[in-house]
């Protein structure tokens, strides 16, 4: 049960029961985070592989993002944009309130 509350918790795919965190049975999911890692990053190394073979680098590069925001709901991406907006600030305390 703890591999499927990992991936309810880290992905957008549908699956049954989610835990909120905090929760007991949320504790016993969090060794299986970084194996939904694994799955996540070889299903996008395999769309890389894939597609930068077959039609050229850039566009499997393109699709590999496309896939780990799909697969993350834009978690990554948020974080991202969050520290671009923060660099792009003069002041320590405009980088904070970006942020």
């Given amino acids: 049960m703890g591999l499927f509350t990992a991936l309810r918790f880290l992905t957008v795919i549908p699956l049954p029961r989610r835990?909120?965190?905090?929760?007991?049975?949320f504790a016993a999911a969090l060794p299986y985070f970084p194996i939904v890692g694994l799955i996540v990053g070889g299903l996008a190394a395999g769309v890389f592989y894939l597609f930068s073979g077959w039609i050229s680098p850039m566009v499997g590069a393109a699709?590999?993002?496309?896939?780990l925001a799909m697969l993350s709901g834009g978690h990554h991406l948020d974080g991202l944009i969050d520290t671009f907006d923060g660099i792009g600030k003069s002041?320590?305390?405009a980088r904070l309130a970006a942020m």
């Avoid at 835990?19 to 049975?25: K, R, V």
């Avoid at 699709?63 to 896939?67: K, P």
């Fill in 19 to 25: 835990l909120a965190a905090g929760t007991p049975g």
């Fill in 63 to 67: 699709l590999t993002v496309a896939l």
């Fill in 91 to 93: 002041t320590p305390e």
